[in-house]
């Protein structure tokens, strides 16, 4: 029951007219505290947004997508390690934690604790949509939000009750793309061929291709949606940021 | 019901006599593929591990944890940009891949992939425990599994039929200390000690603050668990992987 609704789980970037409590928030936060993170240590935060205003200072920075002001929440989750070391500071001990591997122990828990919080938001109804823009413009959310050292932004979540109808379900790639046994299982010219023939056959992907004007469906994708270039400027900005927050030297 | 059994859960450690059939596992790879991605590109992959003679190999990269020998499975999840990059460079296209931005965004993939995968396998009712030494010994693990540039081992998961009787539920903070509204609510020295007052005061850690011979539960994470010079030293050793494997100039 659990696993078909996992199974048919998708993304909703379109909501109903209706509100999203404070105590419904606090169940699901209080469901996804329960999720693994490192040593018990809790290094991640999130930070609620549903002032509207608010909201639209954050639109640009979410490249204008428009569920991130029309979702009644918005969630951005933080890779955290502030409130430890306050705490420790507190309690005569040092914390040696302005370092990279506290920044990705702190980014595990921090995408276990949302994980948990969007399957939890799902079995009470809701719909999410991750909005990865998020870790592109973490220094402008850091001012948005005021994070303190050793705070980072990684992801945000828009949640709120799906509007009908429900979207269609997007394509996967076959598990043999993903799944190795044992060791990795690098890839051939033929095995790419046979692992991403559905996709590419897609009716939509085709549509996707014409659209763009390009020639194959990963071109969309390296030319149009994730260019080297801005993957650079962004990659530039966030080094900046792991830097300024204090992660890294 | 599916919230009380995410709230109920807890990491298993120790575990039955029972195998994990591959049908099993990949009912819950074919449910956890459908988490969430970066724009669809799935950038993210699990290595499988099965061979008592691997998992032996692997141990003392694991600091010789039990589980990660006593579990029937152990799941290696990685940030994953090689597939495709791969696919790409087959389909006349020149992914810009090789940058922190890639990185973080796999590493978004990979943790919500591992987190649905752990969820639906604790719905069939399997334990499981995550072990974050992986990226303190990313380097060993990338020769140990032959992982190619633009892979990276971000944490791995045992998983089994839990061992009776299941160990107890260990303390979380309050929300208080996690959620934030609007903006970030820093801490002061007062917010601290009511924060982490009912932590401290647990009968479990104080006896493991004396077990320690320290004064405070922080010392034992500063001092004992999360050391300052092994923060850096495992911080350098991931710093050069992103480098080593294309994601950092």
Redesign the interface.
Same mark, same amino acid.
């Given at each position: 029951m659990?696993?078909n609704?996992?199974?048919?789980?998708?993304?909703v970037r379109k909501y109903a007219d209706r509100s999203v409590s404070d105590s419904l928030l606090?169940?699901l936060?209080?469901?996804a505290?329960?999720?693994?993170n490192?040593?018990?240590?809790?290094l991640?935060?999130?930070?609620?947004?549903?002032?509207k205003a608010?909201k639209e200072k954050q639109a640009p920075l979410h490249f204008n997508q428009k569920m991130a002001t029309e979702a009644p929440v918005v969630l951005t989750f933080c890779a955290d390690a502030? !409130?430890?070391v306050?705490? %420790?500071a507190?309690? @005569?001990? /040092?914390?040696?934690?302005n370092?990279?591997?506290?920044f990705?122990?702190a980014?595990?828990d921090a995408?276990?604790?949302?994980?948990?919080f969007?399957?939890?938001a799902e079995?009470?109804g809701l719909g999410?949509?991750?909005l990865?823009t998020t870790?592109?413009n973490a220094d402008k959310f850091i001012k948005?939000?005021?994070?303190?050292r050793l705070?980072v932004p990684?992801?945000a979540v828009t949640a709120g009750y799906p509007a009908e109808p429900l979207p269609p379900h997007?394509? !996967?790639?076959p598990?043999a %793309?993903?799944?190795? @046994?044992? /060791?990795?299982a690098?890839?051939t010219?033929e095995s790419?061929?046979a692992?991403?023939k559905d996709k590419e056959e897609l009716e939509v992907n085709i549509q996707y291709v014409k659209e763009n004007n390009k020639?194959?469906?990963?071109?969309v994708?390296?030319?149009v949606?994730?260019?080297?270039?801005n993957?650079?400027y962004?990659?530039d900005v966030?080094?900046q940021v792991l830097k300024d927050q204090g992660f890294l030297q």
């Open positions: 659990l696993l609704s996992m199974k048919n789980r998708r993304s606090n169940e936060f209080e469901v505290a329960r999720a693994s490192t040593g018990n240590m809790q991640y935060s999130v930070v609620v947004t549903r002032d608010n502030n !409130r430890f306050k705490w %420790a507190n309690r @005569k001990a /040092e914390a040696g934690f370092n990279l591997q506290t990705i122990a980014t595990i995408m276990l604790f949302a994980q948990a969007c399957y939890a079995a009470r999410i949509c991750f990865g870790a592109y948005e939000f005021k994070l303190p705070v990684v992801v997007t394509e !996967r790639l598990l %793309a993903i799944v190795h @046994k044992e /060791e990795y690098d890839f010219p790419i061929n692992l991403y020639e194959t469906l990963a071109q994708f390296t030319d949606r994730y260019t080297k270039q993957n650079e962004f990659s966030f080094l």
